[in-house]
């Protein structure tokens, strides 16, 4: 997990206030790791870390469950198309993949978006988040949107993020309950 530095302290802890509420099981997991790290922890400094580190991974899911099923504008900078090099393979993107301007996700960046059922490149776009995409080996969750009407079954967004996913133990969450 991602040591994440968040601007806004008390938004984060209305977010997390709502998101433990609206999940009394996730309170009680939270509340068991942090006992774990008590008893793991031989000095305050590991404990406080580890801490830090369990409230950004909460922090993330918290803010991922707040979008779901919400409207929103997203500016695609990766669209229909674009050719992503990194060091070890190259992504050609089949959908447009972009963030909601303004909003940090778990790496510290603008929260990405899959953005389905448009089939041109597009740069900008008012949409629906219909699933998340919940990473258990990453620091970031992203999230699947689509225009108002658009549906797809979790097999088709699966296959249509699979071209970034495969590098990720990654889960596609359409309940709407975070994958803890």
Not at 111 to 125: A, I, K, Q, R
Request: glycine share 8%; proline share 4%; net charge negative.
């Amino acid at each position: 997990m991602a040591d994440i530095e968040f601007e806004n302290e008390i938004e984060n802890e209305k977010l997390l206030s709502d998101f433990f509420g609206a999940f009394p099981e996730a309170w009680e997991k939270y509340e068991s790791e942090k006992r774990s790290l008590s008893e793991r922890s031989s000095d305050c400094t590991g404990y406080a870390d580890g801490i830090k580190s369990l409230t950004a991974y909460y922090l993330r899911k918290a803010l991922i469950l707040s979008y779901m099923g919400r409207d929103v504008h997203i500016v695609i900078d990766r669209p229909i198309g674009y050719v992503h090099k990194k060091e070890k393979y190259t992504l050609t993107y089949p959908v447009n993949y972009g963030y909601i301007p303004g909003v940090t996700g778990g790496d510290g960046e603008e929260l990405d978006v899959y953005l389905l059922g448009v089939e041109e490149p597009v740069s900008e776009f008012d949409c629906r988040i219909i699933a998340s995409v919940q990473r258990r080996n990453d620091v970031e969750d992203k999230l699947v949107a689509a225009p108002a009407g658009f549906t797809a079954d979790d097999g088709e967004i699966s296959a249509a993020v699979r071209f970034q996913e495969k590098y990720y133990d990654s889960v596609i969450s359409r309940d709407f309950y975070p994958i803890l």
